[in-house]
């Protein structure tokens, strides 16, 4: 986990401990993309960082923009602005989204291929990882040329690399070792 993500967790951790207890998680989710959306704008970071707003101008700006009357997300805004956090906001979504996935016991899974894969493999791929990790899986594919053959296959923090690229590289270096 990055440095970012260890700052966020206890915040994307108590944010879904709230969000379950009003049965709220898609409102919250929702409320999260948005305010990560609205903090990218450029127009928005310029304002957040000019030496003379200040932060009630900042919290001003922050719950203009995103309309929220919601008390909770009023607070949270002002917390995240008073502990100058507003910039891990697309991280604590993340680890706000992976905490509902594993809520509904449900893991993200990514395949990188050299080239297209069939329907069929990626089914079985999918078969094969939520009975490996006990979990639902929602598989994500994409492509890369450079891996030449093989693929790279990531679910959560693990990642197996089978590409014929990892397999040359590996015996490239074997060679030059011996």
């Known amino acids: 986990m990055t440095q970012l993500g260890?700052?966020?967790?206890?915040?994307?951790?108590?944010?879904?401990?709230?969000?379950?207890?009003?049965?709220?998680?898609?409102?919250?989710?929702?409320?999260?993309?948005?305010?990560?959306?609205?903090?990218?704008?450029?127009?928005?970071?310029?304002?957040?960082?000019?030496?003379?707003?200040?932060?009630?101008?900042?919290?001003?700006?922050?719950?203009?923009?995103?309309?929220?009357?919601?008390?909770?997300?009023?607070?949270?805004?002002?917390?995240?602005?008073?502990?100058?956090?507003?910039?891990?906001?697309?991280?604590?979504?993340?680890?706000?989204?992976?905490?509902?996935?594993?809520?509904?016991n449900i893991i993200k899974a990514s395949v990188i291929t050299a080239s297209v894969v069939t329907k069929t493999y990626l089914n079985n791929l999918t078969k094969s990882l939520s009975k490996t990790y006990n979990k639902d899986i929602v598989l994500e594919n994409s492509q890369d040329k450079s891996l030449i053959g093989g693929a790279i296959i990531k679910v959560g923090d693990k990642v197996t690399d089978g590409s014929i690229r990892n397999k040359l590289d590996g015996l490239k270096k074997q060679l030059l070792t011996d």
Not at 8 to 28: N, T, V
């Open 6 to 104: 260890n700052i966020a967790k206890p915040y994307a951790k108590a944010l879904f401990q709230i969000a379950k207890y009003d049965a709220s998680e898609k409102s919250w989710a929702s409320f999260l993309e948005d305010l990560v959306y609205i903090l990218a704008a450029d127009s928005v970071k310029n304002a957040l960082n000019h030496p003379n707003v200040n932060q009630i101008q900042i919290n001003d700006i922050i719950l203009t923009l995103t309309n929220t009357k919601d008390k909770k997300q009023i607070a949270f805004i002002k917390l995240l602005s008073q502990y100058h956090r507003l910039y891990i906001v697309s991280e604590i979504l993340e680890q706000y989204n992976t905490a509902w996935l594993d809520e509904k």
